[in-house]
């Protein structure tokens, strides 16, 4: 079973524009995190937000998270050909411990 | 700099062979996942482990076994390779928190294997 749920699927976008990708989840957390994957590697960590935080930035990033709506977004401002990449949340699940699963995935293109 | 790192980064078994896929971090993690992806399916947790010699399945264990006899290494282990598993294998380790339960989780680069 997966627990998050990213949206869009896909989406492609020109250099210099922002990237939204939303993220929604089914039971409650204590934290939710984002990934990044580049094609064909491992992924990398990007930001963890608590469950009692409402928004968080890093650098380019905003993370926003609705506890209430089960929900979490990423921004990624002024996008480069770079940033072309999947990304994934995650949320370690209470009830089963240590469990961290993933969604899918939204896959972002960059067009330079 | 954490590093994960799995023993191959591209592999081709055969059809019932016994395969292993080793994963080895080295910050002294207490939890280490195996993860299957595959086109269109996000990761899939196979198996997971939050200590030395405890294990939890997934959502998707059938054909897979896991052995973690020291902390620093998790094996994934393919009892009778079939096709259906051909995929990409990414492993990954995280620190235990009593507050966060997971924090932020480091991965291996990945090991494609191939089942003819």
């Known amino acids: 079973s997966q627990q998050g749920e990213e949206d869009p699927q896909a989406l492609s976008i020109q250099e210099g524009e922002n990237a939204t990708m939303n993220c929604s989840y089914k039971?409650?957390?204590?934290?939710l995190q984002w990934y990044r994957q580049n094609s064909g590697r491992g992924l990398v960590h990007l930001i963890l937000i608590r469950s009692n935080e409402r928004e968080k930035h890093s650098g380019r990033l905003r993370v926003t998270l609705d506890t209430s709506k089960k929900s979490s977004s990423l921004l990624i401002t002024a996008s480069r050909a770079a940033d072309t990449a999947s990304y994934f949340c995650a949320t370690p699940l209470k009830e089963y411990g240590n469990k961290l699963v993933f969604g899918a995935g939204t896959i972002l293109r960059v067009k330079s | 700099d954490v590093k994960v790192t799995q023993s191959s980064r591209y592999l081709v078994k055969r059809t019932g062979e016994k395969v292993f896929l080793e994963c080895v971090q080295d910050m002294d993690h207490e939890n280490m996942f195996w993860y299957r992806q595959d086109p269109g399916l996000g990761l899939r947790l196979i198996y997971f482990?939050?200590?030395?010699?405890?294990?939890e399945k997934g959502d998707i264990p059938e054909g897979y076994s896991v052995s973690r006899e020291k902390k620093e290494r998790f094996s994934l282990i393919l009892e009778s390779a079939s096709t259906n598993q051909t995929s990409m294998y990414l492993c990954?380790?995280?620190?235990?928190?009593?507050?966060?339960?997971?924090?932020?989780?480091?991965f291996g680069q990945g090991t494609r294997l191939t089942v003819v």
């Open positions: 482990s939050y200590d030395v010699k405890m294990k």
């Open positions: 039971t409650s957390i204590n934290n």
């Open positions: 990954a380790s995280s620190l235990f928190s009593i507050t966060l339960m997971n924090t932020e989780a480091f």
